[in-house]
């Protein structure tokens, strides 16, 4: 066996806020995926509609009210399958929301208030409007306490409405709407908590609370902590069942007790070493030692993400649909729910509430300055958005069966929410085509604001080569190309094909020597010695200090006195700034961030995938 391989414990300083803008994985990522997600639910809701109202009708009630006994010694349980649903298998539901809401608020969208405080502020209103118009209509009816049925924005067939769709451009409004998705959760997780929670007992409730402050530390452990987990959190679930709290609501207060963390670059090269050392020398050892260092990079709450939302999407939500969606439509229980006020209430609730709530208020926060939409992002599609936020099917329907116990108002209530996410589809779809016929949407960041210029831009490689790259940077991001070999990579595959173009992005909010470093490069390259300088910044980002800046300049044998005045002049500030302010005009929020061409990169900034990029926008322009 091969001698071990020497791991560095060199410490590396922690990116404090920052989002990396492509490795970020909201809840549905991709297009495909979320038309798979909203195709299967819609599927699974047909199928229990149609079940409710064929030849068997009757089994669809007998079958999902089917009790199931778990016995232990002296203590027994019985529930039904439809509260086994419910209760149970749901958790993994709000499980993943919890996860969700965490990332969030800890290093996702939440983090930038400015950016957050519009779709916030809007969510908000797409909360209290919608129960508002619930409570004007239905009010007055035995019914008025249903009115968190109206509140929630079913996120699954949100986004993949909006794919289905298919507006010019969506990426900003989906952003947008994930944002106020996730405040949406959250007031409907606390709708549940606070209003649809019933003779609480303090104990077991105790108890529970015990058991996550135990989760919290499963952290600490040195091994065992996936096995901790579950079983604390089926402790946690348990005892919350007890304690008269919806017992869904584990799920998510397991899921705020994992820890969450951005990529540290110790922990990426630490796993890189081990692979190269798995690879070297393949053994049972390494593999393990690689498995463990590529999980410690990447943190728990991403893990489980990965790990459950495949399950959420394409087997918790369908049964769950399956189990509650299955509403006669016979001329009685349509003429009925016609007559309801309770009907009536949701749908408004819903389609109007949702839509008005949400585009008055971000169109009163953006005139009065308190927040600002992202570029390309207007006000006509915010409204498409809104009526979109009126499919409220998975909560709702959870709340229609917590909240609502006669079997009639239920399958009224029921009827409603299919109805109104109907509408609120069609609405959507109304307000996206003539919206974009009006105001054509134009694209922001996608194409290069200002061309390569060799007499201005710091390149590598032939000025004149077929192929152009071009990064946008921060020398003190740990995962700009330069620290982690990609670029180098890139450039031994192309060779003399290739040219390679660098352009500050310093990310001031959560690098303090970001704009130091960007001018000490400048400085260097008054004196040719730009890339040079890079990679000495590169290898020290915990060492950039001024002192430590003129240290390296003195390494490279530049001009000491002279590097010190460029350090200092208006000139070198300005190169930095402009590149800044080009960054801002495109929207570019997040390191590192390519252009191939003229064109922006999407997805994964890995050696082979920017090579296969760059050798596309060769054979596309042949």
Known sequence: MSEPIELSTAPARPARRMRLGRSRRPRFSGGSTERTAAGLLLLATLAAILWANSPWSATYDEFWSTEIELAVGSFEAHISLRHLVNDGIMT???????????????????????????????????????????????????QAHAWGVVISTDTAFLVGALAVIGPKFPARLRIFLLTLAVVDDVGALGAIAIFYS?????????????????????????????????????AAWVAMYASGVHPTLAGVAVALMIPVFPPRRRDVERAMELTTAFRQSPSSEYAAAATRGLRASISENERMQTTFSPYVTYIVLPLFALANAGVRLDAETVGAALGSLLFWGIVAGLVVGKFVGITATTAVVRASGLGTLAPGLTLARVAGGAALSGIGFTISLFIVDVAIDDPL????????????????????????????KLQPPVPVGGTLARPVDPERDHIRGPVDAPLTLVEYGDFECPFCSRATGSI?????????????VWRHLPLTEVHDHAVDAARAAEAAAKQGAFFEMGQLLFANQNKLEVDDLCAYADQLGLDAERFLDDFNSTEVANRVTDDALDAEVMDLHSTPTFFIGEQRHKGHYDAATLVEALRASRDRSA
Do not use: N
């Open 409 to 436: 108002a239920q399958a009224e209530a029921r009827f409603g929410v299919l109805v109104a996410s109907a509408l609120a589809f069609g609405l959507a779809w109304c307000v996206f085509r003539v919206s974009d």
């Open 92 to 142: 993994l539901f709000f499980f993943a929301i919890g996860l969700e809401v965490k990332r969030e608020i800890t290093i996702g969208e939440l983090t930038d208030r400015s950016r957050a405080m519009v779709p916030v502020i809007a969510a908000i209103a797409g909360l209290v409007v919608p129960a508002l118009l619930f409570l004007a209509v239905a009010g007055t009816t035995e």
């Open 198 to 234: 019933d003779d609480i007992q303090v104990w077991p409730l105790l108890l529970s609370i015990a058991f996550l402050a135990a989760i919290f530390f499963v952290r600490y452990l040195p091994v065992g902590r996936g096995p901790a987990y579950a079983v604390l959190s089926i």
């Open 488 to 500: 180098d990579h890139v450039r031994s595959v192309l060779g003399d094909e290739l040219r390679y």
